[in-house]
């Protein structure tokens, strides 16, 4: 049982350049999480998906596109990475309510030049 | 909207002395209340947490938080730290009628647990 797993775990990009954030969960969760992580700024809520099939903006969105590609997946793509997403991105997944538990993946380490 | 402030960016403190974190949140909506901790190089992890009833709750480590509605605060305490809580603690938030489980995190603090 590995819970939530995140790939790449490091990743240096130029600025203009694009990628994908991939994360999976094998705990049968409904809702699943995409936060960035700054010094001093606790972790921000990039987008979500509360069910398979539904995504929604979160706090900081600009920048970033999601897929829920099913039950298990969700990715974060950076069409076009700029200096200013240089951070750390978590992966989280729950169940379905505001009362349940949150589980976070081990992060991704980004750096855009 | 809710926001969430910890007023304490870092705390040293000695191994076996007692340690208190300080969370402070803002919403116009009755809110579920989390502590969640970071280990070094690491994701988070559910510390503990208060849906309802008794205001103290505890986790099974030895913190405890109380909830006080009138000050709206959600202050983490452990009576003698070990090393091994040297960590980074989020308090975070969600509204009680959300869909879904949108968590306000705040800026975090760190706890270094000297010997």
């Known amino acids: 049982n590995a819970g939530v797993t995140q790939t790449p775990k490091f990743q240096v990009l130029k600025t203009g350049q694009s990628m994908t954030l991939q994360c999976a969960q094998d705990m049968n969760h409904n809702s699943m999480y995409w936060y960035r992580q700054d010094p001093g700024m606790g972790l921000r809520l990039i987008y979500y998906s509360a069910s398979e099939g539904t995504t929604d903006k979160g706090e900081v969105p600009n920048g970033y596109n999601v897929s829920r590609l099913n039950k298990r997946e969700f990715s974060l793509r950076l069409e076009s990475a700029a200096p200013s997403q240089t951070s750390v991105y978590f992966c989280a997944s729950s169940e379905y309510g505001p009362q349940e538990t949150q589980y976070f993946g081990p992060g991704t380490r980004l750096l855009v030049l | 909207a809710q926001s969430v402030t910890q007023l304490d960016s870092q705390v040293p403190v000695f191994e076996e002395a007692p340690v208190e974190l300080r969370c402070n949140y803002s919403?116009?909506?009755?809110?579920?209340l989390f502590w969640y901790v970071q280990y070094p190089n690491q994701g988070l992890q559910l510390l503990l947490k208060?849906?309802?009833?008794?205001?103290l709750v505890k986790s099974i480590n030895g913190f405890e938080a109380e909830f006080n509605k009138s000050q709206t605060s959600f202050h983490l305490r452990k009576p003698s730290v070990h090393i091994s809580d040297t960590a980074e603690y989020f308090c975070a938030v969600s509204e009680i009628k959300a869909a879904g489980n949108k968590l306000t995190f705040g800026g975090g603090t760190r706890v270094l647990v000297k010997p």
């Open positions: 208060y849906l309802s009833g008794s205001t």
């Open positions: 919403s116009s909506v009755s809110v579920y």
